[in-house]
């Protein structure tokens, strides 16, 4: 603000005084004009007569509106209308007329054309304050030229939105005494009680700031410094002039010096401001968003930056809730310095959590979610917070250092927080500072919110993603499975690719890969009911045509939104065979043992689930133990650019090639077809080697519908298992057996019922007959006759289940085979 002729004199520095940055900063001018009662100027500065052409014996005395003249308002700040091409506006401007006239009893602020000495006109820009009280004053109004904003150097020109006066709470902008201890020099024809009595309304009113976007607030307040470096540039080359003229020409040092806004602290705090902004989410991870919050701070900002963030944040979780209090867990999870290497690294440790005492700054600032500024961190207080570090000394790190405290905000909840420090020997933080300090931090907490809200996505999708994936053993009847899963690049991680096995009567295995198209959680919801719908079908051994066209109306009924494709195997490890269909799915690959070879198998494409109304078309494919089945979906294939035979064949060959373990041979697939690093889709691999069973494993019986073949089939059962050396076994799978073949012949209606065993990682007994009601636990009572068998069942085996078959149904249990 103007101060007349009063020459700066940066004030001593001290820890206990609060004084802020002695080091001078450039201005542009700023008007500042009283009003009497009766409408007359009763002062008129300096900067009034700099703005508006009138020297100050002309201005007093004289009507405001005449020294005042309004000749058009300027646009509203929304408006993109560019500096010098406001000639259109040429209609009064009612606010500031208004006030001039007496008219407005609140404060008011605008931009506005003014006609001012010689008939030029010039746009200001103006905050009007109504005064009451004791003394003759009745308005004050301050006033700035809007193109002196502007950089005279084309090079140094700032990049701002908007630049718009605007009023502020004055808690927003501390300062206060400042401003009410130089107002008086502003206003030299005041007393020090009248210029403490305008000061008192003008903060009641509002705090005079400028806007130079939504974000970025400037307070209009009295700093020390000097005048703007191209104003400074001019003054001196007229000086040189008139001295080579022969002229004297006179600097006025107190016009260097006064009556200006902190024009240069402007230019910087917005150049450091856009750089942060540059530097700072240039990624949606979150552990590298820290990590360039933290260092876009240092040093040129500050020498130390400690970033603390809530628990909830740092695991990814969703948005924390509730006011932190003593007991909330703060992690440390940045600190920068500019000290030398190691001296923070024992005692604050990246990586520790702790909770902070209500009676320290941090806890003022997490609480309140507004800066605190410490000028110097005394020995009281340096003291009082390292109490916090069990056996650490802290206090040579920060005491007498300046100290601000910054909140790291989003949608008004308080992320986490920085803690800003600077060296003995620096500046200490000032009020521009702490404002610049909330600006940085205000953005910085934007970056990290999305950051976390990308990782708490990402986590929700893989959580999502892993729940509807199932969790295959490794070793099912007579074949080894091993899978994987790659989720894309694209939309969340989230994608419709799937795989699945399902144990099923006759130790046989159904093995299913399919592709929802599309991605998102659309995608998924989608694959997860075709999954669940594979898995029921799968459970009712429907033949593989048949299950694909249940699927097929499924899709239909569910809605024509989606399409996938479909790939549905069943081995038989007994026949040594495969019974597979196809739904628009890639074929599979199968690698032979005896001879290391590999090819696609040549199967009826079939056109994708959803499609309706077509055939699908299933075949046997003879195999020998050892071989491998693989199936995958064509993400892993699919090259954007290339043929997709030039993957399949790629597929062929990296099957086909020698591995230690399922496992190996997965990798080694990925590692030749997920080269190119563009991938999008999401991908999903099963392979399966197919080891059969043997014929000596396997036992089978048929036994007539008569209630004597129980004992025959207890006996035989009981030979069966001392012949494979599994009689440790003998008495609860007897048992079992008794319980499971009276029921079939009880409920059987005339083809014969069928005993099977089978040995292989678990002894697997089998009982099949003609009813296609399923078996059901019950609870019997003493005197109940029925019901004990499948309890019996259920208590001694290892697992067991019932399914429907096309003749009837098959009731099952397993054992696990004893230690040899």
């Known amino acids: 603000m103007d101060r007349g002729s009063e020459r700066d004199t940066p004030p001593s520095r001290g820890a206990e005084s609060g004084a802020v940055d002695s080091t001078p900063v450039g201005r542009i001018p700023l008007a500042v004009v009283v009003v009497d009662r009766a409408g007359l100027v009763s002062h008129w500065s300096r900067g009034a007569r700099r703005l508006f052409g009138a020297a100050k014996e002309e201005a007093i005395g004289r009507a405001a509106v005449d020294l005042l003249p309004v000749s058009g308002a300027l646009p509203d700040e929304e408006d993109t209308v560019p500096y010098g091409a406001y000639d259109s506006y040429d209609g009064l401007g009612p606010d500031l007329e208004s006030s001039l006239g007496g008219r407005l009893a609140y404060p008011a602020a605008g931009r506005a054309r003014l006609t001012v000495a010689e008939g030029h006109r010039r746009d200001v820009l103006w905050w009007a304050y109504p005064l009451v009280g004791p003394g003759e004053e009745r308005l004050l109004v301050l006033a700035a030229d809007a193109d002196a904003l502007k950089a005279d150097d084309p090079d140094d020109e700032i990049a701002v939105e908007r630049i718009a006066p605007a009023f502020a709470l004055h808690t927003d902008f501390p300062g206060a005494e400042e401003l009410a201890r130089r107002l008086p020099e502003i206003l030299p024809s005041m007393s020090v009680d009248e210029g403490a009595r305008i000061v008192s309304q003008v903060l009641e009113l509002g705090y005079p700031v400028l806007e130079f976007s939504q974000n970025d607030r400037v307070p209009v307040t009295p700093d020390w410094g000097v005048p703007r470096r191209a104003e400074r540039r001019a003054r001196r080359e007229r000086a040189a002039r008139a001295a080579a003229e022969g002229l004297a020409l006179p600097l006025d040092p107190a016009e260097e010096d006064g009556e200006d806004l902190e024009y240069a602290a402007v230019r910087e705090r917005l150049e450091f401001l856009n750089e942060v902004s540059g530097r700072i989410g240039t990624s949606l991870d979150l552990s590298k968003t820290i990590i360039e919050v933290s260092r876009a701070v240092v040093p040129r900002f500050t020498d130390v930056a400690g970033t603390y963030l809530r628990e909830q944040v740092v695991a990814g979780e969703g948005f924390p809730e509730g006011v932190p209090d003593t007991t909330t867990l703060w ?129 929700v999708a893989e959580t999502l993603q892993d729940s509807m994936l199932p969790h295959i053993p490794p070793r099912m009847a007579g074949c080894d499975i091993a899978t994987r899963y790659l989720p894309g690049t ?331």
């Open 331 to 459: 992690h440390r999870v940045a600190v920068e310095h500019t000290d030398e290497p190691g001296r923070w690294d024992d005692v604050v440790p990246v990586g520790e959590a702790m909770p902070f005492p209500a009676h320290t700054p941090f806890f003022q600032c997490m609480t309140t979610g507004e800066p605190v500024l410490v000028p110097r961190i005394s020995e009281e207080m340096g003291h009082a917070i390292a109490a916090q570090f069990e056996k650490r000394d802290i206090r040579p790190l920060i005491t007498h250092r300046s100290m601000l405290v910054v909140p790291l905000k989003a949608r008004n909840v308080v992320l986490g927080f920085m803690i800003l420090l600077r060296h003995p020997e620096r500046v200490e933080f000032n009020d521009m500072d702490r404002v610049t300090g909330a600006e940085l931090a205000a953005r910085a907490g934007l970056v990290l919110d999305n950051a976390r809200m990308y990782t708490y996505q990402e986590s």
């Open 490 to 820: 694209l939309l969340g991680r989230v994608g419709g690719d799937w795989f699945d096995s399902v144990k099923l009567p006759g130790a046989r295995t159904a093995l299913v890969v399919g592709d929802v198209m599309g991605h998102g959680l659309n995608s998924a919801a989608m694959m997860g009911q075709l999954r669940t719908a594979v898995q029921t079908m799968a459970a009712m051994d429907l033949p593989p045509a048949q299950l694909l066209r249940n699927l097929d109306d499924l899709a239909q009924r569910l809605g024509d939104t989606y399409l996938a494709t479909c790939l549905y195997a069943v081995y038989d490890p007994i026949a040594g065979e495969v019974h597979i269909a196809n739904a628009g799915h890639i074929p599979p690959v199968i690698v032979h043992a005896a001879d290391g070879r590999s090819e696609l198998l040549d199967l009826p494409t079939g056109a994708p689930i959803g499609v309706g109304g077509v055939p699908f078309e299933a075949v046997r494919v003879r195999v020998r133990p050892g071989d491998r089945l693989v199936m995958c979906t064509d993400g892993l294939v699919e090259v954007r650019g290339e043929d997709i035979g030039v993957g399949l064949a790629t597929l062929c060959e990296s099957a086909a090639h020698p591995a230690a373990s399922m496992d190996e041979a997965c990798d080694t697939i990925i590692r030749a077809l997920n080269t190119c690093g563009g991938r999008k889709d999401d991908v999903a691999l099963l392979m399966a080697r197919l080891n059969g069973i043997e014929p000596d494993d396997v036992a089978e019986w048929r036994l007539a519908v008569d209630p004597i073949e129980v004992g025959r089939a207890r006996a035989t059962v009981r030979e069966q298992l001392h012949e494979w050396g599994l009689g440790r076994l003998a008495d609860t799978t007897e048992l079992m057996v008794s319980e499971l073949v009276t029921n079939a012949v009880r409920h059987s209606h005339s083809r014969p019922v069928e005993l099977r065993l089978v040995r292989g990682e678990t002894l697997l007994c089998e009982v099949d007959d003609d009813d296609h009601e399923l078996p059901t636990l019950r609870n019997a009572g003493p005197d109940d006759e029925f019901g004990r068998g499948l309890r019996i069942v259920s208590t001694l085996a290892r697992e067991w289940g019932a399914s429907r078959t096309n003749a009837g149904k098959t009731v099952w249990f397993e054992q696990t085979l004893p230690r040899r």
